[in-house]
């Protein structure tokens, strides 16, 4: 696990930079388009317009490429705005070149449930598996909605909300938590595990806790995101307030200081 505290702008771009690199890797080898899992709420919002830039200014290309969403809320309408399927299409996908039908989610209004999930994760599966896998994490330590307690085998599946993360999420629902639902469809933790790099972007005190957890804690169900610690290549990026309860931040700094410039993250 790579952790790197820097200011915004910069986790922004460093993010970008990992899709980017994917991204040109399978367009100039020509085997395959990359297959990019992407994230909704504030955290990711800046990679978005980075890789909008980067479309626009430097014909970085998204054609062909597939990308997966992480979680979807069960039963808003097709039309609502806060729907996590038209979140990606304004913050994401309507700026760049790729495919509307190139872009999966979770089906929140589905009939049945369990199939629906099923299908999801073989979905994913037959694209031989997401290369680079945008996340952010919750105050209470979620990864997509992966709620304290969620099992960390876990693939996707319905779960219910906890009070903290409606809490965290009526800011987009005119601040009123009574029209957040209470449902979801959302990635496993061990769906999640399966990407090749996960790069997970947080800011801001309020979630200091949870990055220290997920970092230094012990591995456990109570703060979801500490199962990264067992992935082979996952990048925490994170500005000086959300890094600020890390009790190795000192040596973070300066190990990513002395990082070779070829080496990337």
Known sequence: M??????????ARLAADAVEGVVRAHAAAGDRPAVLGIATGSSPLAVYDELAR???EEGLSFAGVRAFMLDEYVGL???????YRNVIETEFASRVDIDPADVHGPDGLA????????????????????????????TDGHIAFNEPGSSLAS??????????????NARFFDGDVAQVPTHCLTQGLATIMSARHVVLLAQGKHKAEAVHQLVEGPVSAMWPG????????????VDEAAGGRLQLGTYYRETFAA???WQGI
């Open 155 to 168: 693939r996707t599946r319905i779960k219910t909300l906890t009070r903290q993360t409606r809490e965290d």
């Open 111 to 138: 009939t049945d449930i369990p199939g629906a999930c099923a299908a999801y994760e073989a979905a994913i599966a037959e694209t031989d598996g997401v290369d680079v896998q945008i996340l952010g994490v919750g």
């Open 226 to 237: 500490t199962v990264l610690q067992h992935h082979p290549h996952v990048t925490i990026l």
């Open 77 to 83: 309408p097709a039309e609502h705005p806060e729907r």
């Open 2 to 11: 790579e952790v790197v505290i820097a200011p915004g702008p910069e986790l």
């Open 259 to 261: 990082k070779p410039s």
């Open 54 to 56: 980067r479309h626009t």
